[in-house]
């Protein structure tokens, strides 16, 4: 794992862009295609602002897949992960070649079962990440399962998750707030060839010293990632903070 400092979130985003470009595409260049797995959140926004501006990427070759997503939230909620993807990725790039979204509106399991499915026989190049509040990796609240190989599973959401998606203002309250999502697994998120993770601002400072330069534990799911031998943690100034010096 290495941790890339940056002075604000703006010069991070484009950090972390112009690393998930150059994995993308190196993985067409040897193989054809890419395949990778895209994450959402306010911790993504600037690194998919640049993605999108990349126009060194051929799209028609990348498969995507989805993180996570709420259980029981349509795709037309302000919300929904899915609806964030279609506006902040799909909507200012050509074309994919293949999607694969998460639907929290049906069966769960049924739901799981598909995608598992899909993504067993699927190799990823790159997965994009975020780091919790509470130091969730994708919506492995603590302590996190590190063992199951179920690749997508679904899973409770604790207070301090759903406190999060109240302040970063994706819901009126904190009753609105679902308590359940479909999420990728720890262990398939690890699978991927590469990682890359954005973690700006202040409130995730605490966060980052914990998972970053602390013990690997269920007790700080993205602790996991210090294991990942090619795994780039994007930070800013602000979620640097209270890291010790190298």
């Not at 049906?106 to 190049?125: F, Q, S, W």
């Not at 994009?128 to 599973?153: K, M, Q, R, W």
């Not at 007790?219 to 640097?240: G, N, T």
Request: glycine share 6%.
């Amino acid at each position: 794992m290495q941790i890339i400092q940056s002075a604000d979130k703006h010069t991070l985003g484009r950090l972390a862009a112009e690393s998930a470009s150059r994995v993308i595409r190196a993985a067409i260049s040897a193989k054809g295609f890419a395949e990778i797995i895209v994450a959402t959140g306010a911790s993504q926004f600037e690194t998919l602002k640049h993605l999108v501006q990349d126009r060194a990427i051929d799209w028609s070759v990348v498969t995507m897949f989805h993180l996570d997503e709420y259980i029981g939230l349509p795709a037309t909620h302000p919300a929904s992960f899915q609806r964030y993807l279609q506006e902040r990725l799909l909507a200012k790039v050509p074309p994919l070649k293949t999607v694969h979204f998460i639907s929290g509106e049906g069966d769960p399991a049924v739901e799981c079962t598909r995608l598992n499915a899909l993504i067993a026989r699927t190799p990823i190049d790159l997965a994009f990440v975020g780091i919790g509040e509470n130091g969730h990796l994708a919506f492995n609240d603590p302590p996190a399962d590190f063992d199951t190989e179920v690749p997508y599973l679904v899973l409770n959401l604790d207070e301090a998750c759903r406190r999060q998606q109240l302040g970063e203002g994706w819901f009126a309250s904190l009753e609105l707030v679902p308590r359940q999502a479909i999420s990728m697994s720890i262990r398939q998120i690890m699978k991927a060839a590469h990682i890359v993770g954005s973690v700006p601002d202040a409130r995730k400072a605490r966060a980052v010293r914990e998972c970053l330069q602390g013990p690997i534990s269920p007790l700080h799911p993205s602790s996991i990632l210090q294991k990942h031998p090619r795994c780039e943690i994007f930070v800013d100034d602000a979620s640097a903070a209270l890291l010790s010096p190298a």
